[in-house]
């Protein structure tokens, strides 16, 4: 099976009104001869505008009853009866569109930032997931592309996923997420608009210049994630709970 075939497998993304990015993590092979379980972790960008109907789509077809929202409360809002449908959890994570005081040089210096001064949030995101054992859980940011997509790929090399199509898992947002005029307007005060499409675009070249920095500071997934005070077991448990046969 080819690259290609594998990421846009019609099991991966969902099309549903009101988002563009849920895509599915299942289905990638993993370095030991297994891959990564359907239906288990779902990557999203922002659900705020998906009706009724489609939120039942995802509870009832998909089994999704745990959602991890990443974004600040400044960024949009759940209605409360969204709130009300799922086990809910409001997690920020870093964000480039937040910053006010001084533009970050590239988004992977962003990234890095994340990874170092996020770890109690990561932490409690990766209870979360361990409360949810056999469960399917859906994460998302605002695009589904930077907090998402560092989410994502630390879950996928745990589970053994090779480099490669870690990162072209990332830049497949670019296939489903549209860069709006809307987006580019709404941009920070001391950002240019070329600037700020530069930071909403997802090149694969960020994703690798990420993990080089994961893999030398912590080895791979499962050293970051016992820097953030995971057990070896708890880490060992993430894993099986996310490849099959």
């Known amino acids: 099976m080819t690259t290609e075939t594998l990421l846009f497998n019609p099991e991966r993304h969902i099309e549903l009104k009101g988002t563009q990015n849920i895509r599915d993590l299942g289905g990638y092979p993993t370095k ?4 990564t379980k359907w239906g288990k972790y779902y990557r999203a960008d922002s659900l705020h505008n998906v009706a009724p109907e489609g939120h039942a789509f995802l509870q009832k077809e998909k089994g999704i009853h745990t959602i991890i929202d990443l974004r600040f409360s400044m960024e949009g809002k759940y ?3 969204d709130k009300a449908l799922y086990n809910f959890y409001n997690i920020p994570l870093l964000d480039p569109a937040t910053f006010t005081t001084r533009i970050p040089k590239t988004l992977v210096e962003m990234y890095m930032v994340m990874l170092e ?3 109690p949030k990561f932490k ?3 209870d979360i997931f361990l409360e949810n054992r056999e469960n399917p859980v859906l994460f ?3 695009v589904g592309k930077d907090r998402t997509g560092v989410l994502a790929a ?3 090399d745990l589970a053994g996923v090779p480099r490669d199509i870690i990162v072209k898992d990332y830049a497949l947002t670019a296939a489903y997420k549209e860069i709006t005029e809307e987006e580019l307007n709404n941009r920070p ?6 600037q700020f499409k530069t930071l909403l675009g997802c090149e694969p070249s960020y994703m690798e210049e990420f993990l080089d920095y ?3 500071a912590y080895g791979d997934a499962a050293g970051f994630l016992k820097a953030v005070g995971l057990t070896e077991e708890e880490i060992a448990a993430l894993r099986d709970d996310f490849i099959e046969e």
Do not use: T, V
């Open 32 to 35: 030991d001869g297994k891959q």
């Open 79 to 81: 209605k409360k009866e």
């Open 117 to 119: 001064s996020s770890k």
């Open 124 to 126: 409690e995101i990766m």
């Open 140 to 142: 998302h940011c605002r």
């Open 154 to 156: 630390i879950l996928l």
């Open 189 to 194: 005060p001391l950002m240019s608009r070329n």
């Open 214 to 216: 994961l893999y030398k």
